[in-house]
């Protein structure tokens, strides 16, 4: 039999080069690299701070990491930041971006419908990013906001921190995120698991899949009481330890990670034995509940902002009602030395702030805070970068600067290891692979 060679009709290599060289042509995109030419550099791998680096980004991703100074070729792109410290993009792993606290905040409850609060967060969004802060967990809100502002910012329709979000948090009755608490009796309904109130376990597995139904990207769980909740309490446990496993056995089956607001002893150990993936605040946290976080690999998100934010504003009169207002003096000073006897027991720390109860943009001053507490500078940032990458469960993308990470960096005038408060001078911000922030 007589066989005919025919002609392939795929594309031979060179041609689709040189397609997609028009396609990027066509798209406005760089054609070649960026060169990033760092004075100091924090790749966030180890604590350790290099010296005259370049970071080579292509394609919103980093290619090479290098000593010296590598300006490339004619078709390059170079970024001088030869006076600066730059570091991975920053990661809050605690936020509330669709809110600011104000004496205001209770009655705008009432006042104000959720496409005005969806308005108002996008300003959050533009600080926190223009602070460093590449990523961001949001952990919690109402309304679908908080899933809708991170795909708006993935899309490009406005301009913000990459976000994982939690969706609304998961309370019991009269628990912390029990959103009807302090209203009219004719107002507190029972919300129910759709609307993220549970009672019992088979409660506590519908509101975990009405989160991810939401498109929620992690869980969390108000464990005890809160400060800012109109309810007396803000430490009582608020879970019965079989309903906190049930959370987090059904989070599993979804591929979420489970985040436990937490500030009274008792109700953070349940939520600890419970299997949750991090404790948030930890006001009354004691020996006890950190060997059981070592024990079981929980880490520990500090909030100190929040609480030196609450502790100062329980001073003004009217800022907070008068059911918050002794919650905040008690409970907002203790954090930072919480923080500090669980960094000396070795507890695992990412970086958090709780900013939304604090100023949105003032999230760099927790480093301030972490250093006050005994933490060097420079393991502060690795709980910025490499810790809250490791509990995003995002290691393989974020946290370090290496080959293959996407592209995100922060770079501050000066050297913070001479002062902390260098943070807030955060001259250059890019985020995958595009530069939001210059200002050099």
């Known amino acids: 039999m007589i066989r005919f060679k025919t002609r392939s009709h795929r594309p031979t290599a060179r041609v689709r080069a040189l397609a997609l060289l028009a396609l990027c042509g066509a798209a406005g995109w760089v054609q070649g690299a960026t060169h990033i030419l760092a004075g100091k550099l924090m790749t966030g791998i180890d604590a350790n701070v290099l010296e005259e680096m370049t970071v080579v980004v292509e394609g919103g991703a980093i290619s090479r990491v290098s000593p010296g100074y590598d300006r490339g070729g004619p078709d390059d ?29 209770q009655l705008e409850g009432f006042t104000m419908d959720p496409i005005d609060h969806a308005y108002r967060s996008v300003q959050y969004a533009n600080k926190t990013l223009d602070a460093g802060f590449t990523t961001i ?88 009481g809160g400060v800012l909740s109109q309810a007396r309490s803000g430490q009582n446990a608020q879970f019965a330890l079989e309903e906190v496993q049930e959370i987090v056995r059904t989070a599993k089956d979804y591929g979420f990670r489970v985040a436990a607001h937490a500030h009274g002893t008792e109700g953070m150990l349940r939520a600890v034995e419970g299997g949750v993936d991090s404790i948030e605040h930890g006001t009354y946290m004691t020996p006890e509940v950190m060997r059981a976080m070592k024990r079981r690999g929980t880490w520990y998100v500090p909030t100190i902002s929040a609480g030196r934010f609450v502790a100062d504003k329980a001073k003004v009169e009217g800022f907070f009602s008068d059911v918050v207002r002794p919650k905040a003096a008690a409970i907002g000073p203790l954090i930072q030395s919480t923080f500090t006897a669980a960094y000396k027991a070795g507890v695992k720390i990412a970086f958090g702030t709780d900013c939304g109860v604090c100023p949105h943009g003032s999230n760099w001053q927790e480093f301030v805070f972490m250093v006050d507490g005994g933490m060097p500078i420079e393991e502060a940032i690795l709980t910025a970068t490499r810790n809250a990458a490791e509990l995003l469960g995002e290691s393989e993308r974020l946290g370090t600067l290496e080959p293959g990470k996407l592209a995100d960096l922060t770079a501050v005038a000066g050297d913070p290891r001479t002062d902390a408060k260098l943070m807030e001078q955060v001259v250059f911000v890019m985020k995958d692979g595009k530069i939001e922030k210059d200002s050099r």
């Open 137 to 224: 967990r949001n952990l919690g809100s109402r309304d679908g906001l908080g899933p809708a502002m991170r795909d708006a910012i993935a899309a490009g329709h406005i301009r913000g921190p990459r976000i994982f979000a939690a969706g609304k948090s998961i309370a019991t009755t009269g628990g912390h995120a029990d959103s009807s608490n302090g209203r009219r009796r004719s107002l507190t309904i029972d919300l129910g698991p759709i609307g993220g109130v549970i009672n019992g376990t088979d409660e506590a597995r519908k509101a975990v899949r009405q989160r991810y139904k939401e498109g929620s990207d992690l869980i969390k769980i108000t464990a005890t």
């Open 77 to 105: 792109t170079v970024v001088d930041l030869s006076s600066a410290f730059v570091t991975p993009g920053w990661i809050d792993m605690h936020v509330h971006i669709i809110s600011e606290s104000s004496p205001r905040s």
